[in-house]
């Protein structure tokens, strides 16, 4: 009994057709709609009792052609620019499916792949201007990553044993970050035990950058009610506006108060491997940085990365208990010789090769090329933008800090209420009709289309289809929405 094939054969000339199959899907990428719904009677198929009994590898692969692969979230398609998504690149495709094939288990041990992983995070680091003996870990993406950087404040500012002891041994602990901060930030003090509360949303300026003076007046009031801070969280691109922080003037802050200084550059940081690097100067000051490669690395979900400027702060904040498994202590030679141990730096035990992806992409397409990609899309938002400001109708609502654009579709004097409906329609029509997936968002209280370009298919004809379309559209349901 086993579960590899029967006949190999077969099998091996399935997985011929799959790969051919894929990389002509990606390469037509362009000819298909963004988007499109999943058919009723395809999720009605999908809906199948648990299948006891096999099948043969041919016909589990067909029902993935009919009924998963057309109906994707579009993200790969070079008129996707919704929230932050990444396109992917049949490279790490094909890596992927390596990784897979060695099935690797990356918690540490004395093998190629964890070798593989540490100099994947040397290079990193080096690109981001961390110093050269910075820890880092691969995990599933900037939730993670964001969490990981925060436990090692946690850890290395308490001022307690945080770890053994839990949060009831000390005073509150509290973060401070803008407004602006994804979503993230929250939800990691909730998972930290420290309520949603603890994270601090402190005011931003014009350009939804943190408002120094008012994080300092934040911090100086918890002190004084007893509170303790442990960290301040800047944001090299937010994600409503790309936004950065002045992240040298925080590491200042941070340094004034003894905290940790955490930056959240889940696409932004990306920007130091372009020209624009100037952008996010000063992410290099932080103690500890988050990113995804899967948004402006151009990789395949998931893989995001957290580096940490102390190691021992990493390691302190996740490294067992010396004797505490007997089941996991390394040995002075065979598979579990010293070596670096990846579970050592974050909460994940069991891990697989993500690092594989990263490293055969880096070396196929070359930094020097991401970089340029990187550069382009840049170029495309600010391309975008003034045809937004060239264009009759259309009204920019941000400053365009970095990669993302939001503006709206104004046909007349009318109120921000029924312009919000005018173009939640509008941007609705663009996705359903599938001409191209821009995502929302609300900047004081009106409705932007939002266009974040991360996207490394994009031609400049794709933002004149998308401007051109919402003009049209525009002028279609204005009259609907009595605003012609
Ligand atoms: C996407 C994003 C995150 C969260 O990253 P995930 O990979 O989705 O977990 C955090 N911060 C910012 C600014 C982001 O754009």
Known sequence: MTLDPQDWAAVRATGHRMVDDMLHWQQTVRERAPWQPVPEEVKRRIDEPVPYAGMPLDQVYDAFLRDVLPYPTGNIHPRFWGWV??????????????????????????????????????????????????????????????LNGLLAARVAKAGWDIREEGLHAGPPLVVYGSCETHSWAGKACETMGMGRKAFRKVAVDGHYRLDLAACRAAILADLAEGRRPI????????????????????????????????????????????????????????????????????LPYEVGVVLTRDAGAQLAAFQSAAGSAAYLQ????????????FSDRGIQLSRGF?????????????????????????????????????????????????????????????????????????????????????????????????VCVTNHRSDWADFDALTDAVLAIGAELAAAHQLA
Request: contains cysteine; hydrophobic residues 50%; aromatic residues 8%.
């Open 85 to 146: 998504m990444g396109t992917g690149s049949p490279t790490a495709m094909l890596a992927e499916m390596l990784a897979a094939g060695m099935n690797a288990h990356l918690a540490g041990y004395d093998q190629s792949a964890s070798l593989i992983e540490k100099q994947v995070v040397a290079w990193l680091a080096q690109l981001m201007g961390f110093p050269a003996d910075a820890s880092g870990l691969l995990v599933s993406g900037g939730t993670a990553a964001n």
């Open 231 to 298: 960290a301040i969280i800047g944001n090299a691109g937010t994600v409503n506006t790309a936004a950065v922080d002045d992240l040298p003037a925080i590491r200042a802050l941070a340094d004034e108060f003894g905290l940790w200084f955490h930056v959240d550059g889940a696409f932004g940081s990306l920007a130091a491997w372009s020209a624009s690097r100037a952008l996010v100067a000063g992410q290099d000051l932080a103690d500890s940085i988050a990113f995804d490669l899967h948004k402006w690395g151009y």
């Open 330 to 341: 390394s040995s002075s030679a065979g598979i579990s010789a010293d070596t670096t141990y």
């Open 354 to 450: 993500r690092a594989l992806k990263v490293w055969m992409a880096m070396k196929e397409q070359g930094v020097g090329r991401i970089g340029a990609m990187i550069q382009l899309n840049i170029d495309q938002a600010h391309y975008l933008a003034r045809r937004v400001e060239a264009a009759d109708h259309l009204e920019l609502l941000a400053p365009v800090a970095m990669n993302i654009v939001c503006f709206r579709y104004v046909p007349g004097p009318a109120t921000d209420a029924a312009l919000n409906a005018l173009n939640q329609a509008i941007l609705t029509e663009l996705q359903v009709r599938g001409v191209a997936v821009p995502s929302q968002t609300m900047l004081e209280g009106r409705f932007a289309i939002r």
